[in-house]
């Protein structure tokens, strides 16, 4: 080890720890989004302070300091998440605890342990999101850990050269990658068990309240996307069915205690479609399905309300195929009950609108009519179809129908079934999603959080369960065209929900289809997949033993290639100015019959070449010192290299 390696390895040069600082400031950029704030000003309050550390050149903080700073962390975190176990305060401790250890780094060692963690730290990033930009940032990232990770290994270099070489052993990485990728065994489910935290939840509730809805309108993620093997149904068709609300406390919907009741019965079956549902993770145990589902190619159970049910929640992407019949007659013989529960109202509340129910009910009699009365009432009585109504008081759906007529679907839906109720009709809150968003140049329907609806069913003897939109009769260009043309109030949905410049939208769809083909076959590249793919490669009886064995056959053979072909070329082709000036000396000396040997260094060389030569001594001394000083003491300044040249020029036997 030279004098000059050793000196770094015990005081890291400035570059390089202005490399580590970049680093960790770029992994832990993204966790600002889901952790707390008071962690990304720490984060980057300890990161600036070693900086200015570095460039004044002033002494690091002593260790009582950093002991202090660690346990205050450690106590935040605590008070923060109450618990010192989970995916959120595991990645925060994580993240935190690497910006304080480049308050104590002091040598090669140091450096090394914090490009280990800043290196973990990226695979936390896919704990929350496996989108293409990330994938993209963290390998971007990747390049700058790499290039600094040179610095420590090799002499110094400028920061484009590290890059470059940083670039090129990622490069070389690809198809070993790809191998991997292909032919690793794939198995269900993750390789290792995680809390129950490290599973988002989004999208629908099994509970509704008034502004529950809207506020999901307000966001553009991705609920499910979906391709028909047929024509598909019109937008006004498109019911996604989710969880059914049957309990009211006057504010709120809830599931409810399920009920033990007969399975679900439908008849009188008709209008069939055959569709491919990808369903985003939600955390949830249900899935969504075209009213109503008669069949599914995934194990699940269909609720006697007809909700589709996995017995596990949906925390990773999930395909399957699924057949609706559009036109359905439902549980025509409808359990006691069910029907009981359908009509239960809480005490003492909304009088105005049981009193109308019940005037309803005196005078029109049957069922029908009252169906038809309390849709007629929100066609006349002037109501508003908008984001942001106003406020709601104890009496929400006496407020909602006289006084403020304004509201979301879940307002409607809640009002009208309430209705319902009062007048004696069994009726119960569906949520789910309706319509949805074709991208035809992924020959797909896209439907997003913006698309969440909530509707009616109500029960009527020799029909069963029927679906009412009330939001139809007030809006029907929300159940034809979809949100954005049904909203007078447009501009409080995201900008791409309303725009309608076509470069825009075609921009939309482009990024959302190659969005759908990485979900598809990267992120969805399960065992399913992986056994399809191979089979379309000529691969027969595909089992993890004869996959293991390609694998490690195919990586072997790749390796042992690209091994070859660098020692080819390490022996072919000089690598720098000098050596090639150097090896034109050799060329010169192997026609008088003077050869190098493998094992000779240019030293050793020189000594024998002068002994058969010994009346070029000095030039062969001197243009092999001239060598060794370039290649081996790194002092290639440019008058050295070309007086090299100059004196291989010249050089004649």
């Avoid at 699940?300 to 925390?315: E, I, R």
Wanted: proline content about 5%; aromatic content about 10%; some cysteine.
């Amino acid at each position: 080890m030279t004098e000059a390696h050793s000196s770094r390895s015990h005081s890291p040069a400035p570059v390089l720890i202005y490399g580590l600082l970049a680093c960790i400031l770029l992994v832990s950029a993204p966790h600002a989004l889901h952790l707390p704030v008071w962690v990304s000003m720490l984060v980057v309050l300890v990161l600036g302070w070693r900086a200015w550390l570095t460039y004044r050149g002033a002494a690091l903080p002593p260790y009582w300091l950093l002991l202090t700073l660690t346990l205050i962390s450690i106590g935040s975190l605590w008070i923060s998440f109450h618990t010192l176990f989970g995916r959120e305060v595991g990645v925060t401790l994580l993240t935190v605890l690497t910006a304080l250890k480049m308050l104590e780094l002091r040598a090669t060692r140091d450096a090394t342990i914090v490009i280990y963690l800043v290196c973990f730290i990226i695979l936390t990033q896919f704990f929350y999101s496996q989108s293409i930009a990330l994938a993209l940032l963290m390998l971007a990232t990747l390049v700058l850990i790499l290039s600094t990770w040179l610095h420590l290994q090799t002499a110094p270099l400028s920061l484009r050269a590290r890059l470059r070489i940083a670039v090129l052993l990622l490069a070389q990485a690809i198809p070993l990658t790809l191998i991997l990728f292909v032919l690793f065994p794939r198995v269900q489910g993750p390789l290792w068990g995680l809390p129950q935290d490290a599973y988002a939840s989004s999208g629908l509730g099994n509970t509704m309240s008034p502004g529950s809805i809207s506020k999901l309108s307000l966001s553009e993620a991705v609920a499910f996307r979906v391709s028909f093997t047929g024509p598909a149904p019109l937008h006004e068709q498109m019911y996604w069915r989710g969880p059914v609300l049957w309990d009211f406390d006057g504010r709120t919907w809830t599931t409810g205690k399920a009920l033990q009741a007969k399975r679900a019965q439908l008849d009188q079956l008709s209008n069939a479609t055959n569709y491919t549902v990808t369903l985003e993770p939600h955390n949830k145990n249900w899935l969504f399905t075209l009213e109503m589902p008669t069949q599914l190619s995934i194990p699940a159970a269909l609720s006697s309300d007809f909700q589709v049910l996995q017995q596990q929640p949906v925390t990773a992407r999930l395909r399957y195929d699924a057949h609706s019949q559009l036109s359905y007659r439902a549980n025509v013989e409808e359990e006691t009950q069910q029907l009981r529960r359908a009509l239960a109202l809480p005490a003492r509340l909304n009088p105005r609108t049981q009193q109308l129910a019940a005037e309803w009910r005196a005078k029109l009699g049957s069922d029908d009519a009252v169906l038809r009365a309390a849709l007629n009432y929100f066609t006349r009585e002037n109501f508003q179809y908008t984001l942001e109504p106003p406020p709601l008081g104890v009496h929400t759906v006496d407020d909602f129908l006289f006084e403020t007529r304004q509201g979301f679907c879940e307002h409607y839906a809640s009002s009208f079934v309430f209705l319902m109720r009062a007048a004696g009709i069994p009726a119960r809150v569906v949520t789910g999603y309706q319509g949805a968003e074709y991208n035809d140049l992924g020959n797909y329907y896209i439907v997003r959080q913006s698309d969440a609806h909530a509707w009616a069913e109500i029960w009527l003897t020799e029909r069963g369960w029927i679906r009412i939109d009330p939001t139809a009769a007030i809006s029907p260009a929300r159940v034809q065209s979809g949100l954005a043309a049904a909203l007078p109030d447009s501009l409080a949905l995201p900008f791409l929900a309303r725009t309608q410049s076509p470069w825009l939208l075609k921009l939309r769809f482009n990024l959302d289809a190659l969005t759908n083909q990485w979900n598809q076959w990267v992120l969805g590249y399960n065992p399913e997949r992986q056994f399809a793919f191979l089979t379309r490669l000529g691969m027969e009886a595909i089992t993890w033993q004869k996959m293991a064995l390609s694998m490690t056959a195919i990586s072997a053979s790749l390796i042992g290639l690209l091994a070859l072909l660098l020692i080819r070329r390490a022996s072919s082709r000089p690598t720098d100015a000098a050596q090639r000036l150097y090896h034109k000396f050799c060329r010169q000396l192997e026609k008088q019959g003077i050869v190098r040997n493998p094992h000779e260094g240019p030293q050793d060389f020189a000594a024998r070449v002068v002994q058969i030569l010994p009346h070029l001594a000095a030039t062969i001394m001197d243009i092999t010192a001239d060598y060794v000083a370039l290649r081996y003491e790194l002092s290639a300044q440019a008058n050295t290299l070309q007086g090299l040249r100059r004196k291989v020029n010249a050089f004649r036997i």
